[in-house]
């Protein structure tokens, strides 16, 4: 959706295919990053002049239409109702999640006319909220599966036979009618629930690479595109760093079988990426992910010396904050784990401070930065003999922090430090795949 030629390019891959019965669309390039500066100012000046950005952006794309008077006034309206809406605050959660949502809106309601250019009066605007209700965690909403599939047969199925809707990823409604959002990324996990809302055959995401990588091509020139990958595969490479995979578009496909093909909307004739449920060959390993900005953290106590309750002490105080753990590995007084640089709340990434009060109530707290995490993903590894000696040999030389190995048959994940990462993920290329 970056700007017109793109979606006209978008347009024309849904174009030659009447099975493509529901388009899910992201915001134009640069518009939500426009629009979280806009939730972040206290200027109003600063506002208007985000605003005016967003303005002249998607005017500038309608202009390429021909009788484009009755899209221009639509596009005016839903402008004028962001300018509202950014000068009246306060901000709060429900605010910035009601400013986010402009993105989306936007450009399905400009690519529907492009669409319609190719296949006439079949293309049709939808919201999403009809549809995608979740619960009211602001920025990072839970969808409801049994209401979104109630929604979907009751407003969406009875018309996917004779329409082609277009709609918006990453906003959805709580049940009380409120504007949520998925959070940054989520235009693919919209449109795995559509997917799984009306037992679509496929799930098709579109994307500005031409394939799910054995690494990432930036890292590594010799990477490869992947042919076949797993259901579990993708899951892992999402959650550990591969940014063509939203973590949570797996989980609706999963549950329901839907294929899922990832190809490039700049090079559509290029073979691109299927995730099945089986694949036809099982490589111990299959790619190598790499996420960056990574916390480690390791609480220690003699407490935990032959007693109970510790480990669920500790994980009560980061869940009461809401914060995600990733690895965790455990000694007889020890825990590390780490956590997102995301979780984290200065420019420092360190975990909030009261969070680390509470926890020094019951335990010494020791906080490591700079580091990134670096995962095998492949099939058996836990069971594949001789893997982590070959795997460790080849990097002598380089402190591993921590190593995660057997709670999956999918990963082998470790820690190192983040000057070091990329030559990791070099030499394991090398040597494995």
């Not at 949502?101 to 296949?119: D, K, M, N, P, Y």
């Not at 979104?148 to 996917?160: F, G, T």
Request: glycine fraction near 6%; proline fraction near 3%; include cysteine.
């Amino acid at each position: 959706m970056a700007d017109y030629n793109a979606m006209k390019r978008c347009a024309s891959i849904v174009q030659p295919d009447s099975d493509k019965k529901i388009v899910v669309v992201s915001a134009t390039a640069g518009t939500t990053n426009l629009l979280t500066n806009i939730t972040e100012s206290d200027s109003e000046t600063e506002k208007l002049e985000l605003v005016g950005k967003i303005r002249k952006k998607h005017i500038e794309i309608c202009s390429h239409l021909q009788n484009n008077d009755e899209l221009k006034a639509k596009i005016i309206i839903l402008l004028d109702q962001l300018e509202e809406k950014a000068l009246s605050g306060p901000v709060t959660p429900q605010y910035q999640d009601e400013i986010l949502s402009f993105g989306e809106r936007l450009s399905s309601v400009i690519f529907t006319e492009v669409l319609r250019l190719q296949i006439g009066d079949k293309a049709v605007w939808l919201d999403a909220r009809e549809i995608i209700q979740t619960d009211q965690n602001h920025g990072k909403a839970e969808p409801d599966i049994e209401k979104i599939e109630a929604n979907a047969k009751k407003k969406l199925i009875p018309d996917l036979n004779d329409k082609c809707f277009v709609t918006q990823g990453f906003i959805g409604r709580s049940k009380s009618g409120v504007t949520t959002t998925l959070g940054r990324g989520g235009s693919d996990y919209s449109a795995a629930l559509f997917a799984e809302a009306v037992n679509a055959d496929v799930l098709e995401i579109w994307t500005d690479v031409t394939a799910v990588y054995t690494t990432d091509p930036r890292i590594v020139k010799d990477a490869k595109p992947i042919t076949e990958i797993s259901f579990d595969e993708a899951a892992e490479l999402s959650v550990f760093g591969a940014k063509v995979l939203h973590p949570a578009t797996m989980v609706p496909a999963i549950r329901k079988n839907i294929r899922v093909y990832v190809g490039s909307s700049h090079e559509p004739d290029q073979p691109g990426t299927w995730i099945l449920k089986q694949t036809k060959s099982n490589p111990v390993i299959r790619a190598i992910s790499l996420r960056r900005n990574q916390t480690l953290l390791t609480v220690h106590s003699l407490d935990m010396l032959h007693r109970h309750g510790f480990l669920a002490k500790l994980f009560q105080v980061l869940s009461d904050h809401k914060i995600s753990v990733d690895l965790v590995t455990t000694s007889e007084v020890s825990v590390s784990l780490t956590l997102d640089k995301d979780v984290t709340t200065t420019g420092k990434g360190y975990l909030p401070e009261k969070v680390i009060r509470e926890l020094k109530t019951f335990c010494e707290v020791e906080i490591e930065q700079n580091l990134s995490l670096i995962a095998l993903v492949g099939n058996n590894l836990h069971t594949t003999s001789g893997l982590s000696g070959p795997v460790f040999s080849s990097l002598e030389g380089i402190n591993i922090r921590l190593i995660c190995h057997g709670a999956s048959s999918h990963n082998l994940c470790f820690l190192v430090n983040q000057d070091r990462a990329e030559s990791v993920v070099q030499t394991l290329h090398q040597k494995f795949i």
